[in-house]
Structure formats: C-alpha cells, structure tokens
C-alpha cells in the first residue's frame, strides 16, 4: 500500500509534469508565425510592427487589447466585422480610426496558429526573435569561413617524408647486415642512392599523379562556386542597410526570381525609385549614389534627367557632379568644416571614385548601365530555376543566400555542390496546404488527409531525377 506521504508526492510530481507538458505545448513557434505572417499579414501591415502601412503597425498589439479578454484578440483576428456588428468598443474604436476600412477575415486560424504570430510580432517589435540583427552594428562576416588546413597538411606531408626517408634508410642497412651475415659482398647505400632508388623514384611519380588528379578534379567540381567570394562592387551597395535597416523586400529589386530562371540584377531605373528622393546615403553620403546618377544622367541639383546624355562629353558630365557632390558638402558640412577645408579634396576624390567605378578597360564611356561583379555562378550544365523555388517551392532566399539582410558585403554563403542541393531536396517538405501548384499529386494529398503520411519531401516528387536539373 502507497502511504499518504508517497502519494501526494507522487501528484505533485504528475502535476508539475502535465503542466510542464502543457507549458511546451503552448509554447509559440516563431517560425511558424514568420511564415503566416508573411502569408496572411505583410500585404497590409509594415514588416518592421514599427511603423503604419495600409492597415496599423502590430507591434505593441496585445498591450492595446490589454483591457479585454485575450479571447476578444484573437475573434478580433479571425473575423473583425463580427466584433464590430456586436459592438465591441475597441473593435469599434479600431474600425473607425482606419476609416471603417475592414480587416480581410481569417475564420479558419486556430488559437495556436494565431498565439505563433502575435509571438513574431512580439520578437520583431523588440528585435529579440532567434538570429535577429542588430541593425546599429555593421556585420561584415556572416558566413562562417571553412578552416585552412593547408599549414597543418604541409606539416604532416613533411614528417611523412621524414619518415619514409628514414625508413627507407633502415631497410637499406638491414639489407646489407643481411647480406654480410650470408657472407655476400656487399656495401651501404648513400642516401642520395636511397632517395634515387627506383622504388622511391616510383613512389613519388604515383603519389604526383594522385595529387595532381585530386587537385584537378577538386578544382573542377568546384568551379564558379566560391564559398565565401565577396568581391569588391563598383558601388558599395549594402544589403544591411536597404534589407535589413529598411526591410525592403528581396523581390522587390530582384523582381524576376518570382518569374523567371534568373533572380536579375535590378537596372539603375529600380534604384532611382528610390534614390531620386534619397539622393545623401546615411553611410557614404554622395559618393556611392552619386556613381547611380552618373551612370543613367540623373542630375540631381534640377531633379531632372538630362537630354542627350548618351552624347555628352566627360567634361560637361563632371562639371554637373563636381557641382552637386560641392553643393551637398557646403550645406551639410558648414557646421563641421566652416572653411570649408576639405571641400576640394572631397570633390576630387568622389570624381574620381565615380569615373573609376563606371568605367574600365571595356567601357571607356561614364554613360551606360553599372558593371556589377557576379558572385552566384552555377555551370552550364546545371540548370536552376528560381521561380520554381520562389514561387511553387515557396523557398526563403535566405535558405540559399544566407542572411543577406545582415551582409554590408554580399559574399556565397552557401557551398552550391550538387550534394549540397541533393541534401535539400531530400530533407525539404513540400508545402501542399493551399499550393496551387501541387494539386495535381492526389494521392499524396488523399494520404496527408488519411494520416498515412505526415509530409511530401522534394525527392518523392521526382527533385532527385538526373533530367531536372541536367536537361
């Protein structure tokens, strides 16, 4: 028989673990709320849960409902016109300061999918979510360098070379003590007759081969895919700043990764979108936006394009940037250098910046669009498409390129192998729920519905067949 005593210890022990046990259960996924969020959220709410977009920023929300029910929160989520008809008086008070535009309803989410994104919210608002960025740090290095191993390699190939000298030595002796021992004639051999022995001699010539092969091989397989390469861009356009500090969307400047094969390199044109009232950097002042003005004829002082820029010689094109990069300096300046001191230097040396970035042994005109340094380069003979990642596989970017929206210089963070992306498609579910694209595998979707599988990974829709990716 359990005594009293053993027994009650033996329910708190219960207790703490169901409570435990409910306390995990409950416990948001910040992941899961990220991916809702963008799918259900981000059309009308900014991002960064700081600032308004078409509807108010989120950051803050549960402290603005703190007065009600946590339930009426989350009815207030799913579907804010039935608050507002039952006249809830902050669902009310929220209607009409956003000129009684309604909510889009969300009837189907459920307390935990809606728990994960008020979670998101929460971490974005406070920039405590998991791998977060400070944004008033400059990151230079994101991903992680592969170790050298090179010293250590020369080390070892050095004491093996000591030791097979060494050893070939002992042999050498043990032979002749043999053969002195049978009474046979016989003398030492110096080591340069050792070292320039047939077998050695052999010896070297295969170990050549095999070393000349691997590196050959090695150097091939890893052609164009540079783990690491972060190249010097004739503009220093920082990914820190414009995706992370400003969050702008990496679709919307590599606008054809959601349509086509290529990601593209965003024209000057999508630059100016921006950058036509943005004309001072935050970083670099004019020196770096000044290179975009340069290379489309934006002349910034009348906030106009130039006419017949194509035709205009260097030295009108350096009089109008020499005048504006000199006008910027003298009002933004005028406190920190009264006379005006460096103000010639400056102008010198971001002309000179300017004509350097846009010109070069190929394009001797300033005129015409900027010579950006590939980083990504895949061969020929293997075919990627980013929409098909993008857009179907609803891929992030930041699953190949690492955290860009961390990067001032954008490098390859990831190694592009073939078994890397074979790893991919192997362990990488596909996201059926409400894909369009992937309606027609009934039978994976009658499956998933029946709980006979909880998951379709790329590989069992044909991601590891040699014609996908070597057509």
């Not at 190939?157 to 030791?163: D, E, S, Y």
């Not at 397989?221 to 861009?233: D, F, I, K, S, T």
């Not at 950097?281 to 906030?303: H, L």
């Not at 990067?407 to 790893?423: D, T, Y």
Request: aromatic share 10%; with cysteine; glycine share 6%.
């Amino acid at each position: 028989m359990i005594s009293r005593f053993a027994f009650s210890r033996l329910t708190l022990v219960l207790v703490f673990a169901l409570s435990s046990f409910i306390a995990s259960a409950q416990e948001a996924d910040i992941e899961a709320g990220k991916t809702m969020f963008r799918n259900l959220c981000a059309a009308c709410h900014n991002k960064d849960m700081k600032s308004d977009l078409t509807g108010p920023a989120l950051g803050g929300l549960e402290d603005r409902w703190a007065a009600f029910p946590k339930e009426d929160l989350y009815s207030w989520i799913r579907n804010s016109q039935a608050l507002v008809k039952a006249g809830h008086p902050r669902a009310v008070e929220v209607y009409n300061q956003w000129k009684q535009v309604p909510m889009t309803p969300f009837t189907s989410l459920t307390d935990p999918e809606i728990t994960n994104i008020i979670a998101y919210i929460n971490c974005t608002f406070t920039n405590s979510c998991p791998g977060a960025v400070d944004m008033n740090k400059t990151v230079v290095e994101v991903a992680p360098k592969k170790k050298d191993y090179t010293f250590q390699l020369l080390i070892t190939a050095l004491i093996l070379g000591i030791l097979a000298i060494v050893f070939a030595g002992i042999i050498a002796n043990l032979n002749y003590m043999s053969k002195l021992q049978e009474g046979q004639e016989a003398r030492r051999k110096s080591l340069v007759e050792i070292l320039t022995s047939r077998g050695v001699v052999g010896f070297v010539i295969f170990a050549l081969i095999v070393l000349g092969g691997y590196t050959t091989v090695n150097n091939a397989v890893a052609l164009g895919r540079q783990q690491g390469y972060a190249p010097e861009q004739p503009i220093k356009f920082s990914h820190a700043t414009h995706a992370g500090l400003h969050k702008i969307d990496c679709q919307y400047c590599h606008d054809g990764a959601r349509r086509s094969k290529h990601s593209v390199i965003p024209a000057a044109n999508t630059c100016m979108n921006c950058h036509a009232a943005v004309d001072v950097g935050s970083q670099y002042g004019t020196a770096e936006i000044t290179k975009i003005y340069a290379s489309i004829g934006w002349n910034p002082s009348e906030k106009q394009y130039m006419e017949n820029y194509d035709k205009m010689s260097e030295a009108d094109i350096e009089k109008v940037y020499r005048k504006w990069i000199a006008d910027v300096y003298t009002r933004d300046m005028k406190d920190k250098d009264p006379k005006m001191d460096r103000l010639e230097k400056t102008v010198n040396e971001q002309w000179r910046a300017i004509k350097a970035s846009l010109t070069n042994e190929n394009k001797s005109k300033i005129q015409g669009p900027i010579e950006w340094v590939r980083i990504h380069s895949l061969p020929d003979h293997a075919y990627f498409n980013h929409a098909q990642h993008v857009s179907v596989g609803k891929v992030a970017c930041q699953t190949c390129h690492g955290p860009v929206e961390a990067m001032e210089v954008v490098q390859q963070h990831s190694p592009l192998s073939m078994g890397w992306c074979v790893n991919c498609h192997r362990q990488t579910e596909v996201k059926f729920a409400d894909n369009e694209y992937y309606k027609s595998y009934q039978r994976y979707h009658e499956e998933i519905k029946k709980g006979e599988r909880k998951a379709v990974t790329v590989e069992e829709i044909g991601g590891l067949e040699c014609q996908k990716c070597h057509y």
